[in-house]
């Protein structure tokens, strides 16, 4: 059993290859209906068996396009197919100029544009082109008057004023529903892509300043923070912390990889949870074990209780596996407004952090 059309269609990534589906089996639709109404109409059996075996072509042309995968011959030939061969032939034994045929030879072209795409559609565009006039030229040459005049046979019956209005008439609604379908399928389409688009940037943009592991902000958009924000050597409120796990590299090695990922992940959501105003504070992953939080605080006991407490959650925490295992942290507390540069502010709070380390760890050192 073959996949639903709806499948079908909704496989298609491209949004050509949307309109190939759409387009084949429009025409395919198309030229039954044309079969029938001849039947109808009393026409010529060989008309009725042309248009069968056109809408049998083109079934076989859906079959190489999306069962075989064989789209690009499959364009290629729909299109000259339909302009040279079909459109040609129903053209001319169905009034030729004076008939509402010169719509769907429009519609020929219009099909060529959404099929194909660069070079060959220029190429297709103009072959046909020319071929649809030298049709127009041929036809009115070759009809009753003319014909007469110029002793030439006789290829296309006039039609009278009636037949030719209704004609016309039923003409242009079929090409307009065909065009109006196909311009809503593109839009359709065009906003699904657009809404992919945005969505797939906005995801580019938070992977290039979130820290994948913890989720919190990485260094690149710490960096770019600190230099965007001129404010920050200006207030008595603003204080930069900077962490560093204690003995990391052993837990590593005690307890594998994973489970230091997952003692980085708890200490970002920590972390995370102690930024309380995203506008004007900032969590960061600074590099491996080290982390970075941008704070406000009334006063110095309050900047320093802050560090202490994210200090205290992190003993607290307990890791599947290895509930008994002691996880502690260390800090450097520093007062951004004593510096003028990113530079000094960060070697500081650094140095602060070193000489927590070197005091015995999982302890915070502050210069303010």
Request: charged share 20%.
């Amino acid at each position: 059993m073959g996949k639903p059309l709806k499948e079908i269609y909704n496989d298609q990534k491209n949004l050509r290859d949307k309109m190939l589906l759409f387009s084949l089996l429009a025409c395919i639709i198309l030229v039954i209906a044309c079969a029938a109404i001849m039947v109808l109409e009393g026409n010529s059996l060989w008309t009725v068996i042309f248009n069968i075996g056109a809408a049998i072509f083109m079934l076989l042309l859906f079959h190489l396009a999306f069962v075989k995968e064989m789209k690009s011959l499959v364009r290629a030939v729909f299109v000259y197919f339909m302009n040279i061969i079909v459109l040609t032939y129903l053209f001319f034994v169905n009034g030729g100029i004076n008939s509402g045929m010169p719509i769907y030879l429009v519609a020929g072209l219009i099909l060529i544009i959404l099929s194909e795409y660069g070079v060959r559609r220029y190429v297709a565009l103009a072959i046909c082109s020319i071929f649809h006039v030298i049709s127009i030229f041929v036809s009115y040459m070759f009809m009753n008057g003319e014909a007469d005049k110029y002793n030439l046979p006789i290829l296309v019956t006039e039609l009278d004023q009636f037949e030719e209005v209704y004609d016309t008439a039923i003409s242009l609604i079929i090409v307009g529903l065909w065009i109006g379908i196909t311009l809503i399928l593109v839009f359709s389409a065009y906003d699904k892509e657009k809404s992919y688009n945005e969505e797939l940037m906005n995801k580019l943009a938070d992977m290039a300043v979130t820290d994948e592991l913890t989720g919190i902000n990485n260094r690149r958009y710490m960096f770019n923070y600190l230099e965007t924000h001129e404010d920050l050597f200006g207030s008595d409120k603003r204080y930069i912390a900077m962490f560093d796990i204690d003995y990391f590299k052993r837990i590593n090695d005690t307890y594998g990889h994973l489970f230091g990922d997952e003692v980085l992940s708890r200490f970002g959501e920590v972390l995370m949870n102690q930024s309380i105003d995203p506008d004007v504070e900032l969590a960061a992953r600074y590099g491996g074990e080290e982390f970075v939080l941008l704070y406000n605080a009334q006063n110095k006991e309050a900047a320093l209780k802050r560090i202490d407490t994210i200090r205290q959650e992190l003993r607290q925490i307990k890791i599947d596996n290895y509930p008994d295992v002691k996880l502690t942290v260390s800090a450097g507390l520093v007062l951004c407004k004593k510096h003028k540069s990113i530079v000094s502010l960060l070697k500081e709070a650094d140095d602060c952090l070193y000489e927590a380390k070197s005091e015995g760890r999982d302890k915070v050192v502050s210069t303010i």
